[in-house]
Nanobody
Framework: QVHLVESGGGLVQAGGSLRLSCEAS????????MGWYRQAPGKERELVAS???????KYAESTEGRFTITKETAENTVYLQMNSLKADDAGVYYC????????????WGQGTQVTVSS
């Protein structure tokens, strides 16, 4: 069983920045992709950003240019740097890790709350 632990959420004013961290209980090398999702009250969980094993990154249209996903393999940690935060960015942010192929597996963290005040 893999555990993902998020941290770094909190209250920030609109226009401010936060950096989220997701520490995995094992090496990131075993995952094909890691991502950050968020869920606002009454809305479905949506993909914010993802980073593939080769380093390719993908972003939701709403976060492109403002958010940056990175990973530090030596620390088993994935980061999400969020700048120019807006009220619509608020929600619970979840870390996700997936392994493709015959041993397909998926793991979620418990989430970290991000609140943006206007």
């Amino acid at each position: 069983q893999v555990h993902l632990v998020e941290s770094g959420g909190g209250l920030v004013q609109a226009g401010g920045s936060l950096r989220l961290s997701c520490e995995a209980s094992r090496s990131l090398l075993g995952f094909n992709v890691m991502g950050w999702y968020r869920q606002a009250p009454g809305k479905e969980r949506e993909l914010v950003a993802s980073i593939f094993s080769g380093g390719v990154t993908k972003y939701a249209e709403s976060t492109e240019g403002r958010f940056t996903i990175t990973k530090e393999t030596a620390e088993n940690t994935v980061y999400l740097q969020m700048n120019s935060l807006k009220a619509d960015d608020a929600g619970v942010y979840y870390c996700n890790a997936r392994t493709f192929g015959p041993d397909w597996s998926e793991y979620w963290g418990q989430g970290t709350q991000v609140t943006v005040s206007s």
